[in-house]
């Protein structure tokens, strides 16, 4: 794990309330909670990629350090929100998971817009999921806002005996596409997962003008907004659950 990355604690209590209280004061007030310091910005990334590759699993992982053995399949979109700090900055992560399934492609397709990041899953033990990543790439030439940054990740890397994806291949197709970053994980052994996000969030906000990381954001698309943010002609995301 590179330590440059410091994943922020969503403090909610800060330390108790009671270290922070005046000793004259009620109980009511002794058990009142401090505030978090409020996010700098916020981001959205999206998460794509065929079924059954392990997009939830690595959201998951990255969010509330879970794994789940069987999981359900995704139905349209789910979404999962992190704090991280990164350069200073305290930046309210918003991640859409979307269903690998095609037949949810014209649900997902409308997340895509908002993303500041992408990650782009493909599973190293199956064939057909690094095939389909023409098809992904087509989505995001379409729907995606182009200066979205891009991660390749091969994942299931646990499963090393089942590979049939070479990382050189992961490594050639990412190295075809301008800006695209690439990496292998394991949801399962936790193994590179926090790198994907934070690196990506990191080139994000690398990359942004720095008036807009320095000061408010409130009409920026960055700003902090009520969440989720749903496209309007969608219903709310399906909340899922193992
Ligand atoms: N061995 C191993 N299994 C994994 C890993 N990540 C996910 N899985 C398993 O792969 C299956 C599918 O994982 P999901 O996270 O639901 O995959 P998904 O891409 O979200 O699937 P859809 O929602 O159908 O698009 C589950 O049984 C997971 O437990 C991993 O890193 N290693």
């Known amino acids: 794990m590179d330590h440059r990355y410091d994943i922020?604690?969503?403090?909610?209590?800060?330390?108790?309330?009671?270290?922070?209280?005046s000793?004259?004061?009620g109980a009511q007030s002794r058990r009142r909670k401090v505030p978090p310091?409020?996010?700098?910005?916020?981001l959205q990334i999206i998460i794509i990629g065929a079924r059954g590759v392990g997009k939830t699993s690595l959201m998951e992982r990255f969010t509330d350090d879970t794994f789940c053995e069987a999981c359900k399949s995704t139905v349209g979109v789910d979404f999962k929100i992190k704090t991280v700090e990164l350069r200073g900055k305290k930046i309210r992560l918003q991640i859409w998971d979307t269903a690998g399934q095609e037949r949810f492609n014209s649900i997902?397709?409308?997340?895509?817009?908002?993303?500041?990041?992408i990650v782009i899953v493909y599973d190293i033990t199956?064939?057909?999921?690094?095939?389909?990543?023409a098809k992904w790439m087509k989505m995001i030439d379409k729907y995606a806002s182009e200066d979205a940054e891009l991660l390749l990740v091969?994942?299931?890397?646990?499963?090393?005996?089942?590979?049939?994806?070479?990382?050189?291949?992961?490594e050639r197709f990412a190295s075809r596409i301008s800006g695209m970053r690439f990496c292998e994980s394991s949801a399962k052994d936790n193994f590179n997962v926090d790198e994907i996000f934070l690196k990506l969030v990191d080139d994000i906000i690398s990359k942004m003008p720095l008036e807009m990381t320095n000061k408010e954001l409130s009409n920026s698309?960055?700003?902090?907004?009520?969440?989720?943010?749903?496209?309007p002609e969608l219903p709310p995301p399906r909340m899922r659950c193992c």
């Open 154 to 170: 091969g994942n299931k890397l646990d499963c090393e005996s089942d590979r049939v994806i070479s990382k050189q291949q992961g």
């Open 8 to 21: 922020a604690r969503r403090a909610a209590g800060g330390g108790g309330g009671s270290g922070n209280s």
């Open 221 to 231: 698309v960055l700003s902090l907004q009520p969440e989720p943010d749903v496209p």
């Open 23 to 25: 000793p004259g004061l």
């Open 126 to 133: 199956k064939q057909e999921t690094f095939d389909d990543l």
């Open 108 to 117: 997902t397709s409308a997340y895509y817009r908002g993303a500041k990041g």
């Open 37 to 42: 310091r409020p996010a700098d910005f916020k």
